[in-house]
């Protein structure tokens, strides 16, 4: 079971009286592209929340590589996890480059100048995203897709063995959208990460993930390989919405439409 | 964009600004001195300065004599205050801006200010003697303590403190303590102008231990949150991410809402509610410097100082009549403020 980086085990999660979270079980391997699904309010974000040590669970545990994460200092967790949240905005007016930056504080003592290293992931993430030209621009002058491609360099300049992505392409244009998550994709291939994505988008996650898992009010409905799970019945008692699910595309992936 | 700025975080302690800031404050400082009833010239001001320090006393009966006791006994005091004060409410702006991610706070939004007045009103309107004359500095700081209390009681929800919460709880506060300051006015008669004269903020007849207190209190404060410095530039990503960059948001929102409090209130019980430095240095240093709280917290507290400190040379020195403080640095910094507010667009601040 070496390949299990990330498991969950009998999570529980409550907001007052209402239980977001029921009994949720799952293992995450290393080197997979995992996509969550699911209506508003399901537990989505709960979810991830409690991954990054955000908000702790009622009952249950979690494990990252066979560790129980109230074991991890809050800084072993910044250089284990890192999230791009579904909020992006940003009230002072930081460069990009600065924001970027932010990534790379878990690796650099308090009051100690950055060192060689950090400049390289920095400079190497600001052109691998394509943010050349927004560098020295102010976030708060940029658009929301901007900003957005900057928030995820953020979390993609931590550089942890897990990547979070709360809907991170929610306000990005097609373009940038599949080039970013083209980009993650090769991370998982080239340097065996883990991302567990959130999407609303379910052809994206048909497209980009390994495995899906279905969430409705705190249970997980399915899990599993998306050729799998990525069927009529699943989505149609996910989301409570008749669909169509057509053809094999080119990339051998399922596609589906809304059939309203 | 009107100016480029580089924020590499390797060059974090470079720049000529901290330079240019220390000697301005020194300069301002020397000259601030000579002015006044007695004029002295810079000089002069230099040689007492001097001599007070190496503790040679001038000869007896000569004007320099005069000189030395109205530098060292009632000029001083009164600016190394201003200066201080003007220094610690600038860096609790700072503070406060940062952690209710809010560039709209300032030291006063969570009433603090409210308590600190409330608390004084009360010690003008008894009278109290058995405290001597700091009975009032003493309320005054229990009552912005007591209201900072209160504050964190009411937006506390389950261990978490959301910045939302906390502007909330510091609004509600300081409207119920508002009306209770106007009850104390309306019922302390002919001591109602002593209240208004120091909700107003005063400098004048500050001595070398309100001095001391100012000055351990902000040094103390300077201390703790220049250490969280970096962490304070990850609340600007809001909680989830600053969370998984290792810091635990409530946590640091408690322990500098406590430091920016205490430092506030210290100031307030000192020199009475001085309004508008808190809000608009730490906006004129962003300008300058940038957003990046371990510049800003220093270049904020020195430029604080310079400006607090001319506020009051204006008003102690140059002014044919001493006009309150608080209503001085309003005057100037009120339509400054409106002028950075309404081209913010233009410049990119604030969305």
């Given at each position: 079971m070496d390949k299990v980086i990330l498991t969950l085990n009998k999570l529980t999660f409550n907001y007052g009286n209402n239980r977001v979270l029921n009994n949720i079980s799952l293992d995450f391997e290393k080197g997979k592209f995992y996509g969550v699904l699911g209506p508003n309010g399901c537990g989505k974000t709960t979810l991830l929340d409690i991954i990054i040590k955000y908000k702790v669970p009622v009952s249950g545990n979690i494990k990252i590589k066979n560790k129980c994460i109230k074991e991890y200092s809050n800084e072993e967790i910044a250089k284990t996890v890192s999230i791009v949240p579904q909020d992006f905005y940003i009230n002072f007016p930081f460069t990009v480059e600065s924001i970027i930056w932010m990534g790379r504080y878990p690796y650099i003592p308090r009051f100690s100048s950055p060192g060689e290293e950090n400049k390289e992931i920095v400079d190497r993430v600001i052109e691998d995203l394509e943010l050349c030209d927004l560098r020295n621009k102010l976030i708060t002058k940029l658009s929301g897709g901007e900003k957005q491609r900057v928030v995820f360099a953020r979390a993609i300049a931590q550089n942890t063995p897990i990547l979070l992505i709360d809907e991170g392409t929610s306000n990005m244009d097609i373009r940038h959208s599949i080039y970013i998550l083209n980009y993650v994709k090769n991370l998982v291939k080239d340097y065996g990460k883990t991302i567990i994505a959130v999407f609303h988008n379910l052809n994206l996650a048909s497209l980009y993930c390994d495995n899906l898992v279905f969430i409705k009010n705190g249970h997980i409905i399915a899990s599993g390989k998306t050729e799998k799970v990525f069927c009529k019945e699943i989505i149609e008692d996910t989301f409570d919405v008749k669909c169509h699910i057509y053809g094999e595309s080119s990339t051998g992936k399922k596609q589906m439409i809304w059939n309203i | 964009m009107p100016m480029a700025r580089k924020n590499r975080a390797s060059s974090y302690w470079g720049g000529p600004t901290f330079l240019i800031l220390f000697l301005?404050?020194?300069?301002?400082?020397?000259?601030?001195?000579?002015?006044?009833?007695?004029?002295?010239?810079?000089?002069?001001?230099?040689?007492?300065?001097?001599?007070?320090?190496?503790?040679?006393?001038?000869?007896?009966?000569?004007?320099?004599?005069?000189?030395?006791?109205?530098?060292?006994?009632?000029?001083?005091?009164?600016?190394?205050?201003?200066?201080?004060?003007?220094?610690?409410?600038?860096?609790?702006?700072?503070?406060?801006?940062?952690?209710?991610?809010?560039?709209?706070?300032?030291?006063?939004?969570?009433?603090?200010?409210?308590?600190?007045?409330?608390?004084?009103?009360?010690?003008?309107?008894?009278?109290?003697?058995?405290?001597?004359?700091?009975?009032?500095?003493?309320?005054?700081?229990?009552?912005?303590?007591?209201?900072?209390?209160?504050?964190?009681?009411?937006?506390?929800?389950?261990?978490?403190?959301?910045?939302?919460?906390?502007?909330?709880?510091?609004?509600?506060?300081?409207?119920?303590?508002?009306?209770?300051?106007?009850?104390?006015?309306?019922?302390?008669?002919?001591?109602?102008?002593?209240?208004?004269?120091?909700?107003?903020?005063?400098?004048?007849?500050?001595?070398?231990?309100?001095?001391?207190?100012?000055?351990?209190?902000?040094?103390?404060?300077?201390?703790?949150?220049?250490?969280?410095?970096?962490?304070?530039?990850?609340?600007?990503?809001?909680?989830?991410?600053?969370?998984?960059?290792?810091?635990?948001?409530?946590?640091?929102?408690?322990?500098?809402?406590?430091?920016?409090?205490?430092?506030?209130?210290?100031?307030?019980?000192?020199?009475?509610?001085?309004?508008?430095?808190?809000?608009?240095?730490?906006?004129?240093?962003?300008?300058?410097?940038?957003?990046?709280?371990?510049?800003?917290?220093?270049a904020s507290t020195l430029a604080g100082a310079v400006i607090l400190l001319w506020a009051d040379t204006i008003t102690r020195a140059f002014l044919p009549r001493e006009i309150p403080i608080g209503v001085l640095t309003a005057l100037i910094g009120g339509p400054f403020f409106c002028f950075i507010f309404k081209r913010r667009k233009n410049i990119g601040f604030y969305g």
């Open positions: - | 301005v404050l020194i300069v301002s400082l020397i000259i601030s001195t000579g002015k006044g009833y007695i004029k002295i010239s810079p000089g002069t001001v230099v040689d007492i300065l001097y001599r007070g320090i190496i503790g040679e006393l001038p000869d007896k009966g000569t004007n320099l004599e005069i000189n030395y006791y109205v530098i060292w006994q009632v000029r001083l005091p009164r600016i190394l205050t201003a200066m201080v004060v003007g220094g610690s409410l600038s860096m609790a702006g700072v503070i406060f801006q940062a952690i209710l991610v809010n560039p709209l706070a300032d030291p006063y939004t969570l009433g603090v200010s409210a308590g600190a007045a409330f608390g004084a009103s009360i010690a003008l309107l008894l009278n109290i003697p058995f405290l001597g004359i700091y009975s009032v500095s003493i309320f005054a700081f229990f009552g912005a303590l007591l209201t900072l209390v209160a504050v964190i009681f009411l937006s506390s929800n389950s261990g978490d403190i959301s910045s939302n919460n906390l502007i909330l709880s510091g609004i509600i506060v300081s409207a119920i303590l508002a009306a209770c300051i106007s009850f104390i006015k309306y019922i302390a008669d002919e001591r109602v102008s002593v209240i208004i004269f120091w909700l107003m903020g005063s400098f004048n007849s500050k001595t070398w231990i309100e001095f001391f207190v100012v000055s351990i209190s902000t040094f103390i404060g300077f201390l703790i949150s220049f250490y969280f410095s970096r962490d304070i530039n990850l609340m600007t990503l809001g909680d989830r991410s600053a969370s998984a960059l290792g810091i635990s948001p409530s946590r640091l929102r408690i322990i500098l809402l406590i430091t920016a409090s205490m430092i506030t209130a210290v100031s307030v019980s000192v020199s009475g509610i001085i309004g508008f430095v808190g809000l608009v240095v730490p906006h004129l240093m962003r300008f300058i410097i940038g957003p990046d709280n371990r510049k800003l917290l220093p």
